[in-house]
């Protein structure tokens, strides 16, 4: 039974990086339910405010992204406490960072290129697989009204959690496991984004998607593009979108060989 919550407070962005920098590595974590989000408010001693909006302006909007919600999204979500603490200084820079367990945070453009492919709604249900750090799961969760999100990794699925819960978002539920055969038991999905590249796409996935759905993921091992699918009544509709580089998808994906 999907079940939805009530808002919660978010906490001041300074006070929230201080908890944050206490907590990890030592968070762990369950599945969490969710329902309606909880925006994050503006600290006025916000150190990264004034790099949000330079990133904002100089590596999306440059690049022809004008969606106002998404615009004011990545203005807000606080980037650098989605990265480990000594690459906090380089968050809002374009390009990719490291975080734990071999992983990474895609550079911002591409966040922002995803999220704007995937053509949200605020009424939407989404699917993420590969959650890594978070940052996509709460651009998304500002964006829609409930987020799935799966990451093979357990301890980065399990920080990723305790991190969204400390920052009010309510409306996210975090599972650690492979996602290759997707949520089946809360299908179907407006949307499904994917951050780890197969070498194809996942059946299980376009199965998950709602008629008029639309799936973004990168595609391929070494020549990677990004490929957006729609689910219609005539069939799957499938239109490539721009080379990336993303690290593979790995668990059950590996055993199926295009």
């Keep these: ?68 919600r998404l615009l004011a999204v990545l203005r807000k979500v606080p980037r650098h406490l989605f990265v480990p603490p000594e690459e906090q200084a380089e968050a809002y820079i374009d390009y990719p960072l490291a975080i734990e367990h071999g992983q990474s945070i895609s550079q911002p453009y591409v966040v922002a290129f995803m999220t ?85 796409i996942p059946q299980p996935l376009v199965d998950q998607l709602r008629e008029g759905g639309r799936m973004v993921l990168p595609l391929g091992l070494w020549d990677q593009e990004l490929v957006r699918l729609r689910r219609s009544r005539e069939g799957i509709l499938r239109e490539s979108l721009l080379p990336v580089r993303f690290v593979p998808m790995t668990g059950e994906a590996e055993k199926h060989p295009h």
């Design 1 to 68: 039974m999907r079940q939805r919550l009530s808002n919660i407070s978010a906490l001041p962005v300074a006070l929230l990086a201080l908890i944050l920098a206490l907590l990890f590595p030592l968070t762990s974590g369950r599945i969490l339910n969710g329902g309606g989000f909880s925006p994050l408010p503006q600290s006025p001693s916000d150190e990264y405010k004034a790099a949000r909006e330079e990133m904002v302006r100089d590596q999306i909007e440059a690049r022809g992204i004008h969606d106002p």
């Design 116 to 200: 704007d492919a995937l053509e949200l709604r605020p009424r939407d249900r989404v699917l993420e697989i590969g959650t890594g750090s978070g940052y996509q799961a709460a651009i998304l969760a500002e964006l829609v009204a409930e987020v799935y999100t799966i990451e093979i990794v357990e301890p980065l699925a399990k920080k990723a959690e305790a991190r969204l819960r400390l920052m009010g978002y309510t409306n996210v539920r975090v599972r650690a496991g492979d996602g290759y055969r997707g949520w089946p038991e809360a299908a179907p999905f407006d949307a499904i984004i994917v951050t780890a590249a197969p070498d194809h």
